[in-house]
């Protein structure tokens, strides 16, 4: 199993060019997420998809949206890039979520890095 | 809200002692989990060690172990036997069982020194 993989690795835009992050997972993992994480900030909550078809606002979601594909794909957009976006994006998946699920944990992608300029 | 505290930014351990690894959490759940996660510089985040706020017993995980002090609001990381492969960040986490994200704190760098 190649687990979470995401796409690109690297990737440098200028302000205002938009471009999507690709993330897919072979684990059969119900929900998805999408965090960035920021030096000395620790990870934060963009969006997520609790199961195929639902996606919900995170902690940080204005500038970013996403499209849960199909249950192994959820990608996220960036429309209009600003350098505040510049960040490591990470993406990933478990098993479920709240309720009796609260025990699994979160795989993760590698991350991509991305530079606004 | 949940809201995580990890109060040392840095730490510094020589090879084969023990550390333990700061976390104290803020929940309004009865229910909820504990996540430690350690980043390595290659950037990955891998799982380490999981407690539910209703285990009786500590959670170990081979040398990984976490002192879970639920009227204190703390979970911190034991790393026994420091190996030189555990030089990483280490991030504390929260979920409620009331919603799906993790909360993480700012993370840890451990340094250990051969």
């Known amino acids: 199993n190649a687990g979470v993989t995401q796409t690109p690795k690297f990737q440098v835009l200028k302000t205002g060019q938009s471009m999507t992050l690709q993330c897919a997972q072979d684990?059969?993992?119900?929900?998805m997420y999408w965090y960035r994480q920021d030096p000395g900030m620790g990870l934060r909550l963009i969006y997520y998809s609790a199961s195929e078809g639902t996606t919900d606002k995170g902690e940080v979601p204005n500038g970013y949206n996403v499209s849960r594909l199909n249950k192994r794909e959820f990608s996220l957009r960036l429309e209009s890039a600003a350098p505040s976006q510049t960040s490591v994006y990470f993406c990933?998946?478990?098993?479920?979520?709240?309720?009796?699920?609260?025990?699994?944990?979160?795989?993760f992608g590698p991350g991509t890095r991305l530079t606004v300029t | 809200a949940q809201k995580i505290t990890q109060t040392q930014p840095g730490m510094f351990v020589q090879e084969k002692e023990a550390v333990t690894l700061d976390c104290t959490y803020d929940t309004s759940d009865q229910s909820y989990g504990l996540f430690w996660y350690k980043q390595p510089s290659s950037g990955e985040m891998i799982f380490l060690i999981y407690?539910?706020?209703?285990?009786?017993q500590n959670a170990t995980e081979g040398r990984y172990s976490l002192n879970f002090q639920k009227a204190r609001k703390s979970a911190n990381l034991v790393i026994s036997a420091s190996q030189l492969g555990d030089s990483a960040m280490y991030f504390c986490a929260t979920r409620e069982t009331s919603g799906s994200r993790l909360t993480f704190g700012e993370g840890t760098q451990l340094t250990v020194n051969p």
């Open positions: 990933a998946s478990s098993v479920t979520t709240s309720g009796t699920g609260i025990h699994y944990e979160q795989y």
């Open positions: 684990m059969n993992h119900n929900s």
């Open positions: 407690q539910g706020s209703y285990d009786e």
